[in-house]
């Protein structure tokens, strides 16, 4: 063989090591991943970080993000044997719902993951809830409260939150005991799934107290002005009047109502008050308007596995975010404290036995108790009513935990 043959297959057999030690260290590299993606937890959801619902999206996003990073600074979470650190994939929905079933499919067939959170508002969690129960994975819901979304028999939906069915009843109370007692209801509800329950409910509830329904409505959604509604609404001449629609929504209606001088005695909405910039936009428009709440930093409970109490944790989001927590972060934290506790229990990632672990879940948080009905519905907690006055939203009921008292009827503006 010629020096130059030789030469060749001496330069062929040196590329032939060093390809095969890239090989060699690109293989070490993938299962020393392989290795630490082990010891992760990955948990996975799609939000509505931008449409419509991106206000309410985004502190949904903020408190399953709080929960992460304060058990991953405790060392994770403990399942069997093995300790885990958490993580979240995320995807946004747009605050689509189609959009968002498909992100779940992309979630469980493509990234693997076997653990869901919910999405943001009960259309949403409606469309979502098929695909995971076609799937049967577990899925935590903290933002869907529509009774619809809990009546089909699913076994794999469980809900941190009080049923929207629920969500006026303390309002329709407060309207009864009220001196002079508010006669003469009036409901707008956007047509959507949360807002319709919210609606339905309050008809059933005020019938039952003994006010007169006056004005019952539902606008289409996407609707920019509610003026020739509201004068309709007006004509009728009613004490109350509550609103079931997001926050954009809300804050168009309050605005309108003050402009175009309609006296109500009280206004509740669903959602408004106690989100980031609603009463800043409104102003003294927004004086003496109530919102139903899941939690409040006042309440009386104590976190079982962070040892936080509501303040505590509303001081502890506040260093994080710069600002106080409505009662949206708090439910994403303790639906991710509803699974940290049914894994713990289940000893095993496995879903099917991770679900039924969740299904015996009875635990105390910062967000309050949660206790779960064969529906998958928490049925271990109540709401509050919050009232903004002089610029704040505060606890006006019940009673034993308020931090003022209700004003009414509104002051004129």
């Known amino acids: 063989m010629s020096k130059k043959s030789e030469s060749g297959v001496g330069m062929r057999a040196m590329l032939g090591r060093a390809l095969r030690g890239v090989v060699g260290l690109g293989l070490a590299a993938v299962a020393l991943a392989a290795s630490a993606q082990e010891n992760v937890i990955t948990f996975g959801t799609a939000l509505s970080l931008t449409g419509k619902m991106s206000p309410e999206g985004s502190r949904v996003k903020e408190g399953y993000d709080l929960y992460v990073k304060q058990i991953n600074a405790k060392g994770g979470i403990k399942v069997g044997d093995k300790t ?71 076994k794999y939906i469980f809900a941190t939150l009080t049923a929207i069915d629920q969500y006026t009843s303390n309002m329709i109370k407060m309207a009864a005991a009220a001196n002079p007692r508010a006669q003469r209801i009036a409901l707008i509800s956007e047509n959507s799934l949360a807002p319709k329950s919210f609606g339905e409910g309050a008809a059933q509830q005020a019938k039952a107290a003994g006010l007169e329904v006056v004005y019952n409505e539902i606008y289409p959604s996407g609707t920019k002005d509610f003026s020739a509604m509201l004068a309709a609404m007006k004509s009728k001449n009613p004490d109350l009047l509550l609103m079931a629609g997001y926050t954009a929504d809300t804050t168009v209606v309050a605005r309108q109502i003050a402009e175009g001088g309609i006296k109500l005695k009280m206004f509740g909405v669903l959602l408004g008050p106690t989100l980031p910039g609603f009463v800043e936009a409104l102003g003294p428009k927004a004086e003496g308007i109530l919102e139903p709440i899941q939690w409040a930093s006042n309440m009386a409970w104590k976190d079982e596995i962070f040892g936080w109490t509501p303040a505590q944790y509303a001081e502890l989001f506040k260093k994080e975010y710069g600002r106080e927590p409505d009662y949206h972060p708090p439910q994403s934290t303790a639906a991710l404290e509803v699974y940290q506790r049914a894994l713990e229990k289940a000893g095993t990632l496995d879903p099917k036995a991770v679900r039924d672990a969740i299904a015996q879940t009875n635990i105390m948080t910062a967000y309050g108790p949660i206790r779960f009905n064969e529906k998958g519905q928490n049925i271990a907690k109540g709401m509050a009513v919050v009232q903004v006055q002089n610029g704040k939203s505060v606890v006006v009921y019940p009673v034993e935990g308020s931090q003022a008292k209700f004003v009414y009827p509104i002051p004129a503006q």
Do not use: C, W
Request: a negative charge; proline letters at 4%.
């Open 84 to 154: 885990y650190k958490v993580a979240i994939k995320y995807y946004d929905d747009q605050s689509d719902a189609n959009g968002s079933a498909k992100l779940y499919e992309k979630l469980i067939n493509e990234d693997g993951v076997k653990l869901l959170l919910g999405p943001y508002s009960s259309g949403v969690t409606f469309a979502v809830s098929a695909v995971t129960e076609k799937y049967q994975l577990p899925m935590v819901i903290a933002h869907a409260a529509s009774p619809a979304v809990f009546d089909r028999g699913f």
